[in-house]
C-alpha cells in the first residue's frame, strides 16, 4: 500500500503536436480507490501507463510512496495491472498466468502456489486453474487478469478499464466484485475508465480528465453537484445537464425569453446556463415556458425535450413515470435556485 | 488495443535484429554486391584482373544469353497465364459445391511440394518418345502419328516444359483462388443473384473483379518464379536442343561452373544484367498491381 | 434443367481430368517403384504383380540413399532451425519496436525474396570457398538459412504485427526483460505461425537443388535431390531403382502434407493472399 | 542477458559439431572420385588394383567414390575451383582447362613411363610435362547386329566397311522392315551423335585437313566439308535414327541397340563392352547377341577411308592441393605394369595407354577382342574427338549443333555449315 503523487506530469511524444498529458497533478492516498475518467483520448489512459512505467514520462515528476519513480523501470515499481484486454497469456493455463510473475521474482514454489491458491480462492477461480484462457468466459478471464495482479501483492493496483470488455448486466456484478475486492485488500487502486457510472460508484475520488488536462478532481457527489466546468457538467449525468448560452443583465439572466434570478453574484455578460434535468419542476406558472417536441418514456422516468422561445438547444426535463405533457402541447417549468449552474461563456469554468 | 510505440529501445532492438543482419549481409548483401564486382573482373582460380565492362560488351553480342533471355521471359509470360486461367477454372468448379472438394483441394495441390528434380525425372518418363505416357495416349486414342519425342525437339521442348510448370503450380493458384473465391461476402454475390444475373455474368461482373487483386498477385508471384527457373531444366534438358530451352539460369551456371573456361566474370555479368532486368520487371508490375488496387477500391 | 445437368456434368469432367492429370504421375512412378525394371519395360502402365517394397531397402543402402537421407535430414532441420530463431527474432523485432530504419529494413528483406538466385550463388561459392565452408554440410545450413530468411521473417512479421501490445505490457510489469518476454510470451503465442514456417521452410529446402549441386561436391556429403540426380545418368535405363529412389524423395513430403496439409498450404500461399 | 540469448548459437554449435564428427580422418587416406558408378568391369578392374595397392602398402588406404558422369565433373569443377577435391580423379585428355588453372600435378616424375604407349603419354602432354595416366584408349566403331543385317540380305562386308550409298541402303530397307537402323542417345552426352558425322569427315578430308578444320584453318562450307555432312544429312532423312535420339540417353542407346527395340547398327566407341558386358538385367546385351564389328562407312571420294578415330578416355590424374602426392602417385604408378595392363584388356575389352600384349586377353570374351582387332587392321589413327580438341563456344556449339540437332533432323547442312563457321570465328 503506497501513496502516488504526480506533480505536473506531462506527455509529449517524439512526433511533435499537442502533449497526450500535461500537467496533470494530484496525490492518491494509502488505501485509495482513485478513478480517472474521461471520454476516448484524454488522455488519462497515457497517465495511468506513465505511472505504471509503459510509457516514459517526459515532463514532471512521479513519486510511489515519496520516492521519485520517473526513471524506474516498470518491473521495479511494485505494481500490478489489469488491462481492458485482460492481456492472458494464451499459451499458458490460468494457474501459470496468476504464476508468471511471480516465478521472475525468484520466490519458492510453495508460495507461489499458496499465493495462487489464495487469488484463485477469493476470485472463485479454483475450478479453472488448469484450462487455458480461450477456454473461459469473458467474466472468467477479467478475474484471472485481477487474479494476476492479486498474487503480487503490489503497492498499487491499476486498472485500465477492467471492464468495458464485458456484457452490461455482468459489469454491473463486477463492479460490485471489485468494490468488495478493493475493501477486502485496502489497497491503493487507480483505475482508469469512460463509463460514469463505474466512476461515480466505485471512486473514492474520481478526476475528470479532458485533452491531457484534469478538469476536475474530487468525491464523485461533489463534481457531480458543483461540476467545475462546463465539461464537467456535461459530461457527467444521463442526459446531462442541460447547458443553455444566456445573458447576465441587470441582476438576471436571461435566457431566450424567459429571465431568471440570480443564484449568485456575477459580472454581466453572455454565460452558459446549466441546469441538470432532474432539477426542472413543472408547474403552471413557471417562467420557463415552451413546447414539447419529444416524448422519450423509460417506464420508471420519462424524458421530455422541449423548446423554449429565443433559444437554439432543446432543454430536457426528466419527469416521473407519467409525462405532465403531450407531444406539442406547452408546458410551464422552474428550477430551484441552488440547482442554477453558471459558467463562463468563454472558458466553461464556473462562475458561481 | 495498440499505444503509441516507444522511443527506439536500442538495447532490445539490436540483440533481436544482428543475428538476421549478419545473415542478410554475409550471405545475402555481400554475394550480390560480390558478384557486381565479379562483372567487371576476370575471376580465374589464381588471377583476378580489372576488365571494366569487356564482359559486358561480350554480352551484349552473346546470341545464346539472348536466347536464354528469350525463352525465359517467353516461359514467364506464357506460364502464369496458364496457369492462373485453369486455376481459376478448377476453382470456379470446386466453388460449386462438388463433393470432395476438401480431398481435391488437397490432391491438387501436392505437385508443387514435389522437388523439381522428381518432377523433371518423372516428366522425362512421360515425354519418352517409346513408352512415355504422354505418346501413349496419343496412341491409345489413334493419334499416334502425333507422337514426339517431345523433350527433344526445339518446336516441343520448351512449351513441354511450360506445360510442366503448370501442371506444378495451377494446384497452387487453385488453392489461393479458391479461398480469395470464400472470403467473398457471400451478400455481394446474393445481390447479384438477386439481381437475377446468370452464372456467366455473376462471375465476369461481380466474382472476378472482386478477386482480381488475387489474381494479379498470383501472376506477379508466377512470373517471377519462373524468371527463376533452373532445376527442372537442367534435369530434363540442359537447356537444350539447339537452345531451345537454355535459360538465363542455366546459361549462367554452364559458364560458371560447367564450361572449361573457368572464369566467373563473365557469369557474374550475365547475373548482374538478370538481376537488373528481374528487378525493374518487378518494380514494374508491383507499381501496376498497386495502381490497379487503388482503381478497385 | 437439362442445360444444368449438362453444366453439372462438364464441370465434373473438368475436376475428374484434372485429378486424373495431377495425380497420375506419382501413382505411375509408384507403381514402377514397385515393380523391376524388365516387368516395367515389358509393361509400363501394368500394376505390380508382387510388390517389391524389398527394393526401397536395396535403394536405401545399395545406392546411398542411407547417407542422402541423413544429409538432408541434417541440413534442413539444422537450417531450419537456425532461420526459425533469427527470423523470430528479426520479425519480432520488426513487428513491435518503432525506430527510424524500421520498414527500411523490412523492405530490403522482403525483396529479397524475388532476387534471382544467380545474382548470389556465384558468389556465395567464392565466399564460402575462401571460409573453408565449401563443400561442407555448415556451410549448405548457413546458406539454407540465409536463403529462407526473408520468407520466414515477411510472414512471422505479419504475425507477430497482430500480437496485441497490452500482452507485452502485462510481461514488462510481471518483471520480465525484453528478450525473456520474447523467448517466454512472444514466440510461444506465435506459435502457429511458426509451425507454418517450419513446415514451409523444411519441405521448400528439403527439395532445394541450385545451392546444394554448387556447394556440395563430396558424395558423402550430398542431399537427396543431388543423390537422385547424380544417378539418373548412366544408371536411368534402371527405371525400376530410380522410382524407388524418387519414392524416397517423395514420401516423407507426403507425410509431412498428409499430417500438416492445412498449415501447409496456409503457409504456401500466405505471400499471394493479400 | 540472461542465458537464453544461447538459443540460435546453440543450434549452430549443433550443426557444427555433427560435421566435425563426419569429417573424415584424414591420415593416410587417398581419395578418389572416379566415374564408372554404372560400369561393372572398369570398378571391378579399379576395386583389384585398389586391393594390391593396399596390400603392398600397409597404412595407406584408397577411398573410392564412384559417381555417373555428369555429377562427377560438375562436383570437379567446383571442388577444384574451391582449391579442394580428391587427391586423385577421373579426368579425360579434353580437360586441358585444369592444366591451364594448375590444378594438375606434373607426373613427370614417379611414374613409370616407359610402360605407358608414347601417343598415349601425348595426349595428355603440356608443355613437356605429363599430367595424366591413360588408363582407357578406344576407338570409334560400329556395332552391328549381324542376324538383323542377315534378315535384311546383306552380308558382313570382307573389308569390314560398307560405304555410304550401301549403308544408306540397308537403312532404308530396314525402315521398310519397320526397324530402327541406327541407335544413338546424346540426350546426356556431348559427343555420340557427332561419331558418324566427325568419321566422315576425318576419312573425307584426311587426317591433315580435318586437323585443320577442327582448329579453324579451313572453313565449314568448304565443299568437301558440306559433302560429307550431305551423306549424313542423307541417313538422317531416311530416318536412320530413333524418333527420340535427341533425348535418349548413353545408357538407354545401348538396350536400344541390343534388347528393346534392337537396331542393326550402334556407331559407339570401343567402350561398348563396359556397359553391353554387364549382366543382362543390368543392362547388358542378351547372352546370345550376334555382335559384329565393323569400320564406320567409307564416303565417296574418301581421302583416306582406313583412317579413324583413336582417343585417350578415363584417365586418372593427381590433384595439386593433394595433401599426399606421393602416395598418390605410387598409387598410379601400380598400373603401370604389363600384367596391370593386360588385367585391364581382360577385365573391360577395351584398349588402353598402358603398354599390354593382346594376346594375353583369354577367356570366354577373346572372340570378340580379336573382333575387334580385325576392324582396327591397317587403320591409320586420328588422335581425339573433336570434343577433346575444340573450347568454349565452337565446343558448346559442336555438341548443340553436331551432336544432338544434325542427326535428330532439326538442322539442315547449310544451317550446320553456318553455326560452325560462326562458332570458329568467335573463337
Known amino acids: ?352 | 488495443m495498440t499505444s503509441p510505440r516507444e522511443r527506439p529501445a536500442w538495447g532490445a532492438i539490436v540483440p533481436f535484429l544482428l543475428p538476421a543482419t549478419v545473415f542478410y549481409l554475409g550471405l545475402t548483401a555481400y554475394p550480390v554486391i560480390r558478384t557486381v564486382w565479379n562483372s567487371v573482373h576476370e575471376v580465374l582460380p589464381r588471377r583476378e584482373a580489372y576488365v571494366g565492362g569487356a564482359h559486358y560488351v561480350e554480352l551484349w553480342a552473346d546470341d545464346t544469353f539472348w536466347r536464354a533471355v528469350r525463352n525465359t521471359v517467353t516461359w514467364a509470360l506464357v506460364a502464369p497465364f496458364l496457369e492462373v486461367s485453369i486455376a481459376l477454372l478448377l476453382a470456379l468448379a470446386l466453388y460449386a459445391r462438388v463433393p470432395a472438394a476438401r480431398i481435391l483441394r488437397i490432391a491438387w495441390f501436392t505437385p508443387v511440394l514435389m522437388s523439381y528434380v522428381v518432377v523433371g525425372i518423372v516428366w522425362m518418363w512421360i515425354y519418352n518418345y517409346d513408352w512415355g505416357a504422354a505418346n501413349a495416349i496419343l496412341r491409345a486414342v489413334g493419334l499416334g502419328h502425333w507422337a514426339q519425342p517431345w523433350l527433344g525437339t526445339t518446336d516441343t521442348a520448351l512449351p513441354a516444359l511450360i506445360v510442366v510448370t503448370t501442371w506444378m503450380w495451377t494446384g497452387f493458384n487453385m488453392v489461393v483462388l479458391l479461398a480469395a473465391l470464400h472470403a467473398l461476402p457471400t451478400e455481394v454475390i446474393e445481390a447479384a443473384e438477386l439481381d437475377r444475373c446468370g452464372w456467366g455474368a455473376k462471375l465476369t461482373r461481380v466474382m472476378v473483379p472482386l478477386i482480381l487483386p488475387t489474381i494479379l498477385n498470383l501472376l506477379v508471384l508466377s512470373f517471377v518464379g519462373k524468371m527463376k527457373i533452373f532445376d527442372l531444366v537442367w534435369i530434363t534438358t540442359k537447356g537444350g536442343p539447339l537452345w531451345s530451352t537454355e535459360t538465363v539460369s542455366t546459361y549462367v551456371y554452364k559458364r560458371a561452373f560447367e564450361w572449361s573456361t573457368f572464369d566467373l566474370g563473365y557469369p557474374s555479368a550475365i547475373a548482374t544484367v538478370w538481376f537488373v532486368i528481374v528487378m525493374s520487371f518487378v518494380a514494374v508490375l508491383t507499381w501496376m498491381v498497386r495502381r490497379q488496387q487503388k482503381l478497385e477500391y | 434443367m437439362w442445360g444444368r445437368v449438362l453444366a453439372r456434368a462438364a464441370v465434373m469432367l473438368v475436376i475428374v481430368l484434372w485429378t486424373m492429370f495431377a495425380a497420375g504421375p506419382f501413382l505411375w512412378v509408384a507403381t514402377i517403384s514397385l515393380r523391376t525394371t524388365s516387368e516395367f519395360m515389358a509393361a509400363p502402365y501394368a500394376l505390380p504383380e508382387t510388390w517389391r517394397f524389398d527394393k526401397f531397402a536395396t535403394a536405401w543402402t545399395g545406392s546411398g540413399y542411407d547417407t542422402y537421407f541423413t544429409n538432408s535430414i541434417l541440413v534442413v532441420f539444422s537450417a531450419v532451425a537456425i532461420v526459425t530463431a533469427v527470423g523470430a527474432m528479426a520479425a519480432h523485432a520488426l513487428a513491435r519496436y518503432r525506430f527510424p530504419g524500421n520498414r527500411l529494413v523490412y523492405l530490403l528483406i522482403f525483396s529479397t525474396i524475388v532476387l534471382p538466385p544467380q545474382i548470389t550463388v556465384i558468389a556465395l561459392f567464392q565466399t564460402l570457398a575462401k571460409l573453408g565452408l565449401y563443400d561442407t554440410r555448415v556451410g549448405l545450413t548457413l546458406v539454407y538459412a540465409a536463403v529462407q530468411l526473408p520468407l520466414t521473417v515477411y510472414i512471422l512479421e505479419s504475425f507477430f504485427a497482430r500480437i496485441p501490445a497490452d500482452l507485452f505490457d502485462a510481461a514488462r510489469i510481471d518483471g520480465y526483460s525484453e528478450w525473456a518476454t520474447f523467448w517466454k510470451v512472444a514466440f510461444p503465442v506465435a506459435m502457429p505461425a511458426i509451425a507454418t514456417v517450419v513446415i514451409l521452410n523444411t519441405i521448400l529446402l528439403w527439395n532445394e537443388f541450385l545451392y546444394a549441386v554448387v556447394l556440395i561436391a563430396d558424395d558423402a556429403r550430398r542431399t537427396l535431390p543431388l543423390g537422385i540426380q547424380k544417378f539418373m545418368g548412366d544408371q536411368l535405363e534402371d527405371y525400376g531403382m530410380i522410382a524407388t529412389g524418387l519414392m524416397i524423395a517423395i514420401v516423407p513430403v507426403v507425410l509431412i502434407y498428409a499430417i500438416f496439409s492445412e498449415k501447409l498450404i496456409q503457409g504456401m500461399t500466405a505471400g499471394a493472399v493479400k | 542477458m540472461t542465458p537464453r540469448r544461447a538459443m540460435p548459437g546453440c543450434a549452430l554449435a549443433a550443426v557444427l559439431a555433427a560435421a566435425a564428427l563426419a569429417a573424415p580422418a584424414a591420415s593416410q587416406e587417398i581419395t578418389l572420385w572416379s566415374h564408372w558408378a554404372a560400369e561393372q568391369p572398369k570398378r571391378q578392374f579399379i576395386e583389384e588394383a585398389i586391393r594390391r595397392f593396399e596390400a603392398a602398402h600397409p597404412g595407406v588406404t584408397v577411398r573410392a567414390t564412384w559417381y555417373e558422369k555428369n555429377a562427377l565433373y560438375a562436383a570437379l569443377r567446383t571442388a577444384l575451383r574451391a582449391g579442394q577435391g580428391p587427391d586423385v580423379f577421373y579426368a579425360e585428355p579434353d580437360q586441358v582447362e585444369y592444366v591451364q588453372n594448375g590444378f594438375l600435378l606434373d607426373l613427370s616424375q614417379g611414374i613409370d613411363w616407359a610402360n605407358v604407349e608414347p601417343w598415349a603419354r601425348e595426349i595428355w602432354t603440356h608443355g613437356g610435362k605429363p599430367y595424366g595416366l591413360p588408363l582407357e584408349a578406344w576407338t570409334v566403331e560400329l556395332y552391328v547386329n549381324t542376324r538383323l543385317l542377315s534378315e535384311l540380305g546383306w552380308q558382313m562386308p570382307a573389308n569390314l566397311q560398307f560405304t555410304h550409298g550401301q549403308l544408306l541402303e540397308i537403312v532404308r530397307k530396314a525402315r521398310e522392315r519397320n526397324i530402327v537402323p541406327i541407335s544413338a542417345g546424346v540426350g546426356d552426352r556431348p559427343f555420340p551423335g557427332a561419331f558418324l558425322t566427325h568419321e566422315t569427315l576425318l576419312m573425307r578430308l584426311g587426317r591433315v585437313d580435318y586437323g585443320r578444320l577442327l582448329k579453324g584453318e579451313i572453313r565449314w562450307d568448304d565443299p568437301r566439308v558440306v559433302e560429307s555432312l550431305r551423306a549424313v544429312r542423307a541417313l538422317v532423312e531416311a530416318r536412320a535414327f530413333p524418333p527420340g535420339v535427341a533425348t535418349l540417353q548413353l545408357g538407354q542407346s545401348h538396350v536400344y541397340f541390343h534388347t528393346n527395340p534392337g537396331t542393326v547398327f550402334f556407331p559407339m566407341g570401343s567402350w561398348y563392352t563396359s556397359r553391353a558386358f554387364n549382366p543382362p538385367d543390368q543392362g547388358g546385351q542378351p547372352a546370345d547377341f550376334p555382335l559384329g564389328i565393323l569400320r564406320m562407312p567409307a564416303p565417296d571420294n574418301a581421302a583416306c577411308p582406313t583412317c579413324r578415330t583413336i582417343a585417350v578416355g578415363g584417365s586418372y590424374v593427381i590433384n595439386a592441393a593433394s595433401r599426399h602426392p606421393d602416395k598418390a602417385k605410387a598409387f598410379l604408378n601400380a598400373f603401370t605394369t604389363p600384367e596391370m595392363g593386360a588385367l585391364w584388356l581382360q577385365n573391360v575389352m577395351v584398349q588402353t595407354g598402358i603398354k599390354a600384349d593382346v594376346g594375353m586377353v583369354t577367356g570366354p570374351r577373346a572372340g570378340y577382342f580379336r573382333d575387334l582387332a580385325a576392324a582396327n587392321e591397317g587403320s591409320e589413327y586420328f588422335f581425339g574427338i573433336p570434343l577433346q580438341i575444340l573450347q568454349g563456344r565452337a565446343r558448346d556449339t559442336f555438341t548443340q549443333v553436331v551432336n544432338t540437332a544434325f542427326i535428330s533432323g532439326q538442322v539442315t547442312v547449310e544451317e550446320v555449315v553456318r553455326q560452325m563457321n560462326a562458332a570458329m570465328g568467335a573463337r
Open chain 1, 1 to 352: 500500500m503506497a501513496t502516488v503523487t504526480l506533480d505536473r506530469l506531462g506527455k509529449r511524444y517524439a512526433g511533435g503536436g499537442a502533449p497526450a498529458v500535461q500537467d496533470v497533478t494530484f496525490e492518491v492516498a494509502h488505501g485509495e480507490f482513485f478513478v480517472l475518467l474521461g471520454p476516448s483520448g484524454c488522455g488519462k489512459s497515457t497517465t495511468l501507463r506513465m505511472i505504471a512505467g509503459l510509457e516514459a514520462i517526459t515532463e514532471g515528476t512521479l513519486a510511489i510512496d515519496g520516492k521519485r519513480m520517473n526513471e524506474v523501470p516498470a518491473r521495479d515499481r511494485d505494481i500490478a495491472m489489469v488491462f481492458q484486454s485482460y492481456a492472458l497469456y494464451p499459451h499458458m493455463s490460468v494457474y501459470d498466468n496468476m504464476a508468471f510473475g511471480l516465478r521472475r521474482r525468484a520466490m519458492p514454489k510453495a508460495e507461489i502456489d499458496r499465493r495462487v491458491r489464495v487469488a484463485a480462492a477469493i476470485l472463485g477461480l479454483e475450478p479453472f486453474l488448469g484450462r487455458r484462457p480461450h477456454a473461459l468466459s469473458g467474466g472468467q478471464r477479467q478475474r484471472v487478469a485481477v487474479g494476476r495482479a492479486i498474487v503480487r501483492d503490489p503497492k498499487v493496483f491499476l486498472f485500465d478499464e477492467p471492464l468495458s470488455n464485458l456484457d452490461a448486466a455482468l459489469r454491473a456484478s463486477t463492479r460490485q466484485e471489485l468494490i468488495r475486492l478493493h475493501r477486502r485488500l485496502g489497497a491503493t487502486m487507480i483505475y482508469v475508465t469512460h463509463d460514469q457510472v463505474e466512476a461515480m460508484t466505485m471512486g473514492d475520488r474520481i478526476c475528470i480528465m479532458d485533452h491531457g488536462r484534469v478538469a476536475q478532481i474530487g468525491a464523485p457527489l461533489d463534481v457531480y453537484r458543483r461540476p467545475a466546468t462546463t465539461f464537467v457538467a456535461g459530461f457527467l449525468g444521463s442526459p446531462p445537464m442541460n447547458l443553455l448560452p444566456a445573458t447576465v443583465a441587470d441582476g438576471r439572466v436571461r435566457l431566450g425569453e424567459a429571465t431568471l434570478t440570480l443564484p449568485a453574484r456575477v459580472p454581466e455578460g453572455p454565460v452558459t446556463l446549466g441546469v441538470r434535468p432532474e432539477d426542472l419542476v413543472p408547474v403552471p406558472e413557471g417562467p420557463l415556458r415552451g413546447e414539447v417536441v419529444a416524448v422519450e418514456p423509460l417506464g420508471a422516468e420519462t424524458i421530455l425535450s422541449l423548446r423554449l422561445p429565443g433559444v437554439e438547444r432543446e432543454l430536457m426535463l426528466r419527469a416521473g413515470r407519467s409525462a405532465p405533457a403531450g407531444l406539442g402541447e406547452r408546458i410551464a417549468l422552474v428550477a430551484p435556485h441552488d440547482a442554477i449552474h453558471l459558467f463562463d461563456a468563454a472558458t466553461g469554468c464556473r462562475l458561481t
